[in-house]
């Protein structure tokens, strides 16, 4: 499992999307709400600096361990998906250490 931890004044590259109702159910079934993720709501700054109401998953409580080292072909997915927008791929890489 990927998750984020809040961490004041960090930033976290991500990319937005709109998605309809059909989108949601796809993306609950394939993020394992409600047993291993849940939709949470956040606060996130656009490309523009403006703050968006976006929302984003997270690991359920009941799930939730201390750090685990990630799959390999899960983290690769990650990191494609990362440079397909664009982003540097360092910190996901540090982090699945």
Same mark, same amino acid.
Request: zero cysteines.
């Given at each position: 499992? +990927? @998750?984020l &931890?809040?961490?004041v004044g960090r930033l976290v590259p991500g990319?937005?999307?709109e998605v309809g109702d059909e989108g949601w159910k796809? +993306? @609950?079934? &394939?993020?394992?709400?409600p047993t291993a993720y849940e939709r949470l709501?956040?606060?996130v700054i656009n490309e523009s600096e403006?703050?968006?109401e976006a929302i984003t998953y997270q690991v359920c409580a009941s799930e939730k361990r201390s750090f685990v080292i990630p799959d390999e072909s899960y983290v690769e997915i990650?990191?494609?998906g990362l440079r397909a927008w664009?982003?540097?791929?360092?910190i996901l890489l540090a982090a699945a250490r």
């Open positions: 499992m +990927l @998750d &931890k809040p961490s990319v937005l999307f796809a +993306l @609950d079934k &394939k993020e394992g709400v709501a956040v606060t403006q703050s968006v990650v990191r494609q664009g982003y540097d791929d360092a």
